[in-house]
């Protein structure tokens, strides 16, 4: 079935960059989404991409994706403390609109 | 305002009880979703449903069953609850017509203790 894997942690202090990965296995989708899940709540969308673009940009959140490699990242410029959150990436899986998604990477970020 | 609510926040019960989460969304969707999240392990789909008495098994249903009598309302019953259910689990709807794009909306999620 379908797969998506990020890494679990990622640490970065307040300024810097942020860049979380995912690597995902099933190519015929058209959309890929980065959701946001801050502490007790549940998820929201971030943004998305669609799958005929490279990359897309909105404000500190730039989006890459690699349709060869099935890699798709998520960069955060100036990352701040209200960053701090856990990032899943969501890839389409078979119909009635269902996702599959990532195993979810927190951020943390540190003064 | 887009908005899936679930009933409780925080739920304790003990080993063998039945079980319901309800899920009620306003926004008409179509779709509607419950998952199961633990660390390290991300969001698994226990069951989703795409109209009103319609249900299909998700990744993980095995110990679960939903009722969807209402097209706003998706209820996740745990007809005999374990330990091992003890998880934070979070509903979602999304609408159908929009083509391929299929973004699903959240509950704020509710964390289900069993002892």
């Known amino acids: 079935g379908e797969d998506v894997e990020q890494s679990l942690f990622l640490s970065v202090r307040e300024g810097d960059s942020s860049v979380i990965n995912c690597t995902y296995t099933d190519s015929s989708s058209t959309y890929l989404y980065w959701y946001k899940q801050e502490p007790g709540a549940g998820l929201q969308l971030l943004t998305y991409i669609f799958s005929n673009m490279d990359m897309k940009q909105d404000q500190r959140l730039t989006v890459l994706l690699n349709k060869k490699d099935k890699h798709l990242s998520l960069r955060i410029a100036d990352t701040q403390t209200g960053d701090s959150a856990i990032y899943f990436c969501a890839d389409p899986t078979g119909t009635a609109s269902k996702l599959t998604f990532g195993t979810g990477t927190r951020l943390q970020v540190t003064l | 305002d887009v908005k899936v609510t679930q009933s409780s926040r925080y739920l304790v019960k003990r080993t063998g009880e039945k079980v319901f989460l309800e899920c009620v969304q306003d926004m008409d969707h179509e779709n509607m979703f419950w998952y199961r999240q633990d660390p390290g392990l991300g969001l698994r789909l226990i069951y989703f449903?795409?109209?009103?008495?319609?249900?299909e098994k998700g990744d993980i249903p095995e110990g679960y069953s939903v009722s969807r009598e209402k097209k706003e309302r998706f209820s996740l019953i745990l007809e005999s609850a374990s330990t091992n259910q003890t998880s934070m689990y979070l509903c979602?709807?999304?609408?159908?017509?929009?083509?391929?794009?299929?973004?699903?909306?959240f509950g704020p999620g509710t964390r289900l203790t069993v002892l």
């Open positions: 979602a709807s999304s609408p159908t017509g929009k083509g391929s794009y299929n973004e699903q909306f």
């Open positions: 449903s795409y109209d009103v008495k319609m249900k």
